[in-house]
């Protein structure tokens, strides 16, 4: 297996599981709110925690499949806005990281 080979397969397991975790946030959004005021006031507050765990899961998917994208265009492990390499650590770390540290940190 080739390391482009590899990279696709890591990503395409985290995209898996990230889609699974993007359905069960939205399935237990659409549960209907309870009729108890006190129970309706819990559940908001747990809503928003989900809504936010929901949009960084989509966010992330947004990114692994962007990364995806690179290894097909040939472009993977190259920095989107400078070009120099991203980093072999920074890689390892987050498969899915676009940009270098230096262009990252700006
Ligand atoms: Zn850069």
């Known amino acids: 297996m080739s390391d482009s080979d590899r990279i696709r397969a890591q990503l ?5 599981q ?5 359905k069960e946030i939205d399935a237990e959004l ?12 819990i559940e908001q507050e ?7 765990l929901g949009e960084s ?5 947004a990114a692994v499949r962007a ?6 265009a040939g472009t993977y ?7 120099e390499p991203v980093g072999e650590k920074r890689l390892e770390a ?13």
Do not use: F, Q, W
Request: glycine share 6%; hydrophobic share 35%.
């Open 12 to 16: 395409n397991a985290r995209l898996a």
């Open 30 to 41: 659409r549960e209907p709110d309870s009729a108890d005021a006190e129970d309706r006031a």
């Open 57 to 61: 899961a989509l966010k992330e998917i």
């Open 77 to 83: 492990g190259s920095c989107t806005v400078c070009g």
């Open 18 to 22: 990230l889609t699974t975790e993007a």
């Open 94 to 106: 987050v498969p899915y990281a676009p940009r270098c540290i230096n262009c990252a940190a700006g």
């Open 46 to 52: 747990g809503d928003e925690v989900l809504e936010r």
């Open 67 to 72: 990364a995806l994208k690179r290894i097909e």
